[in-house]
């Protein structure tokens, strides 16, 4: 979405906030947009959530998807991180956090991330907003949040993981190229980063530096229970739909397993290492 649209949208939902809203083709009629639920009453029943939620905002020519992304945005308070971390989607998280932090100072506002990390200094500056203004901001775990994603998670207020998601960190990596002086200094340079970052984990995780840079040295990728153990997020999303737990696990047919399906392909099939362990 562009700046241009971003601020479309701001102005229009700032209007919202302040003046009641009357829904013309439903006479739907909302006095305050902070008691606005998602089934909003109306006396056409057929109209799609779609059409209404595109009304409710006063925008109509915009996209389903897009309207709903700027319903929860303003009234949810919350801001993706769903990509790589570059100038571009730093710029628009920023962004996005400051309108919020903004239009009521104070109020939590909530980072949902799913990323496998990026440009470190992008990272930064997300954290430098995220600690500097005045809204304390909420981190949701909701697929991944690996490398400076991870950061980012570790640092929010409240931190939450959804069920099957996960964690990591790991060290500071570098492309050096040019002389020996030139790729000494550049080390030099990454592992300060890599310190300056492992001191945020630690102390927002409450964790020991050096076991941080433990943790770091290897690429593990750490269930929610774990995360909770070390301190990388609070609590974990309760599971409201799922198979019974209690009943007993059934083998699953021979005739439907590699070794019967593959036949010979399966036999020529390279050995898994004995040290391998796939927990």
């Given at each position: 979405m562009t700046i241009a649209k971003l601020l479309a949208l701001a102005l229009i939902a700032g209007t919202a906030l302040v003046s009641s809203l009357t829904l013309a083709k439903g006479e739907s009629k909302v006095t305050d947009t902070s008691d606005l639920k998602i089934t909003v009453e109306q006396k056409d029943r057929k109209k799609p959530f779609e059409a209404s939620l595109k009304e409710l905002l006063g925008?109509?020519?915009?996209?389903?998807?897009?309207?709903?992304?700027?319903?929860?945005?303003?009234?949810?308070?919350?801001?993706?991180?769903?990509?790589k971390i570059d100038k571009d989607s730093a710029d628009e998280v920023i962004y996005r956090m400051k309108i919020l932090d903004e239009l009521d100072p104070g109020k939590p506002i909530v980072l949902k991330i799913n990323s496998p990390g990026g440009n470190v200094y992008d990272g930064l500056r997300i954290?430098?907003?995220?600690?500097?203004?005045?809204?304390?901001?909420?981190?949701?775990?909701?697929?991944?949040?690996?490398?400076?994603?991870?950061?980012?998670?570790i640092a929010g207020t409240e931190?939450?993981?959804?069920?099957?998601?996960?964690?990591?960190?790991?060290?500071?990596?570098?492309?050096?190229?040019?002389?020996?002086?030139?790729?000494?200094?550049?080390?030099?340079?990454?592992?300060?980063?890599?310190?300056?970052l492992f001191e945020i984990i630690a102390k927002h995780a409450r964790l020991d530096i050096e076991d941080v840079r433990l943790i770091g040295s290897f690429e593990?990728?750490?269930?929610?229970?774990?995360?909770?153990?070390?301190?990388?997020?609070?609590?974990?999303?309760?599971?409201?739909?799922?198979?019974?737990?209690?009943?007993?696990?059934?083998?699953?047919?021979?005739?439907?397993?590699?070794?019967s399906l593959l036949g010979p392909m399966w036999a020529a099939r390279s050995p898994m290492p004995e040290a391998y362990d796939p927990r």
């Open positions: 925008y109509k020519d915009i996209e389903p998807a897009d309207a709903y992304k700027t319903f929860e945005f303003y009234r949810e308070r919350v801001v993706r991180l769903n990509e954290y430098n907003t995220m600690m500097t203004q005045q809204s304390p901001t909420h981190t949701v775990c909701t697929g991944m949040a690996a490398s400076m994603a991870a950061v980012l998670m931190r939450l993981a959804m069920p099957s998601c996960r964690i990591m960190i790991h060290e500071a990596a570098a492309g050096a190229r040019g002389k020996t002086s030139d790729i000494a200094y550049a080390l030099y340079h990454v592992k300060g980063l890599e310190d300056s593990v990728f750490y269930k929610p229970d774990q995360a909770v153990r070390l301190g990388f997020v609070d609590r974990i999303a309760q599971t409201r739909h799922g198979p019974d737990e209690t009943a007993e696990p059934k083998r699953a047919p021979k005739n439907l397993l590699p070794e």
